[in-house]
């Protein structure tokens, strides 16, 4: 019996399924700029601020720091009260959280030092 077509078929020589496929490189390239966008494609995207939660943009950038030192120093409270009731490396991780909020505190602070108060 004769067969139509040879053994193995005649195909185009660079499958898409080899790994050194042109079409293969070229295909995955695709789908890792789709999924992975380089730096520079996110930061040429033009920023769009949600205004779910905003700040009145005529707040002065004394009463921000003054919110922001008042904030953290209620998150460093609320973190202590916690860390009394937790052990081991649960309440480390905490108190590691808490010298963070200070570090930040602290700076909040030193940028409330160098505010030139209105006169």
């Keep these: 019996m004769f067969k139509v077509t040879p053994n193995p078929p005649d195909a185009d020589p660079v499958s898409p399924y080899e790994p050194d ?5 070229e295909a995955a390239e695709r789908a890792l700029n789709f999924h992975f966008p380089s730096n520079a494609d996110i930061k040429a995207t033009a920023r769009k601020p949600s205004r779910l939660f905003a700040v009145a943009p005529e707040a002065t950038t004394e009463t921000l720091a003054i919110f922001l030192v008042e904030t ?3 998150v460093d409270v609320m973190v202590h009260q916690l860390v009394d009731h937790l052990e081991g490396e649960s309440r480390y991780a905490l108190l590691g959280i808490s010298n963070s909020i200070m570090v930040a505190e602290i700076t ?7 505010i030139d108060l209105p006169k």
């Design 21 to 25: 496929s042109k079409k293969l490189n």
């Design 72 to 74: 953290l120093a209620s």
């Design 108 to 114: 909040a602070n030193r940028v409330l030092d160098k």
